[in-house]
Nanobody, 121 residues
Framework: QVQLVESGGGLVQPGGSLRLSCAAS????????MGWYRQAPGKQRELVAV???????NYADSVKGRFTIYRHNAENTVYLQMNSLKPEDTAVYYC???????????????WGRGTLVTVSS
């Protein structure tokens, strides 16, 4: 069974920074892509940033230039550095992993439980 555990959320003032972390565990051989999604109250979950094993990245237009995704393939970890935060960045941020190959099974997708980011003065 694959588990994704996020950390690093919290309350930050507009213009501030936060760094989210996510670690995947569960006898993992490889992960195709790791990334971050977010869901604000009353809105659908949306992609924030994703990074493949090969290093390709994709960012939501709303976070380009402010957020940076980092990934350590060997450690099955992914990070999201968030700078110049805005109130509209307030959401629950979820870690996502795709095409997770383990000793017993290949998981097409796995999700963490989420970490809350609140941007407010």
């Amino acid at each position: 069974q694959v588990q994704l555990v996020e950390s690093g959320g919290g309350l930050v003032q507009p213009g501030g920074s936060l760094r989210l972390s996510c670690a995947a565990s569960g006898s993992i051989f490889s992960i195709g892509a790791m990334g971050w999604y977010r869901q604000a109250p009353g809105k659908q979950r949306e992609l924030v940033a994703v990074k493949t094993t090969g290093g390709s990245t994709n960012y939501a237009d709303s976070v380009k230039g402010r957020f940076t995704i980092y990934r350590h393939n060997a450690e099955n970890t992914v990070y999201l550095q968030m700078n110049s935060l805005k109130p509209e960045d307030t959401a629950v941020y979820y870690c996502n992993a795709r095409n997770v190959l383990t000793a017993l099974h290949t998981y097409l997708e796995a999700w963490g439980r989420g970490t809350l980011v609140t941007v407010s003065s």
